[in-house]
């Protein structure tokens, strides 16, 4: 009677354990799946994105990393003046057009390039590279400028906090491109010419 009593006592104690380990076995895994379900709602700080508009047979398409200014001096702060930056966050933003623009008087062929930009207080340089996938400004080259020309910037009441460009029709085969991000916001006009 002692052997089986203690039999019994060794089986309860076994089963006990095993349920035990089985127990923080799931309450790991299921930890691991509530950390994953946080992880992944996390918003991401410069979301992708992309903004297009049809005019006539033209469709124009700018694709960006939208960042946030998240109570940061950007123009003249997180980026300086004078310098050149790919408009916006991670990868160069890119645009791409199958006609050819007119825009300051010059031609952009139909294709897709990367867009810089230069800065300054007073005046904007506006960049279209023939290298459209490239990391950042990294690799930016200005041999390979298609086309740059000068905008005057346009200061906005309120801060507008996420990079937002705008491809906008305005007539049968002109538009407008801008984008504004903080309190600064550049626009140039464009016209389908085939």
């Not at 790991?28 to 991401?44: G, R, V, Y």
């Not at 008087?105 to 139909?110: C, I, S, V, Y």
């Not at 340089?125 to 930016?140: A, C, M, P, V």
Request: charged content about 25%.
């Amino acid at each position: 009677m002692k052997n089986l009593i203690a039999v019994l006592f060794i089986a309860i104690l076994f089963v006990g354990c095993k349920t035990n380990k089985k127990t923080e076995k799931d309450a790991s895994h299921q930890n691991h799946q509530i950390e994953k379900k946080e992880a992944s709602k996390k918003k991401t700080l410069s979301p992708h994105t992309s903004a297009m508009t049809m005019i006539g047979d033209a469709h124009i398409h700018i694709d960006y990393s939208s960042p946030g200014v998240r109570g940061r001096m950007i123009f003249g702060g997180l980026l300086a003046y004078d310098m050149v930056w790919q408009a916006g966050a991670h990868k160069a933003t890119w645009l791409e057009t199958n006609k050819d623009l007119s825009i300051s008087g010059k031609t952009l062929p139909a294709g897709k390039y990367g867009f810089f930009v230069i800065p300054s207080k007073k005046e904007w340089t506006l960049i279209f590279n023939s290298r459209w996938d490239q990391h950042g400004k990294d690799e930016y080259d200005a041999k390979e400028d298609v086309l740059r020309f000068k905008v005057v910037p346009k200061n906005l009441d309120e801060v507008t906090e996420h990079l937002k460009y705008k491809a906008t029709k305005t007539s049968n085969n002109t538009g407008i491109l801008s984008l504004s991000w903080e309190k600064v916001s550049v626009e140039f006009p464009f016209k389908v010419t085939n």
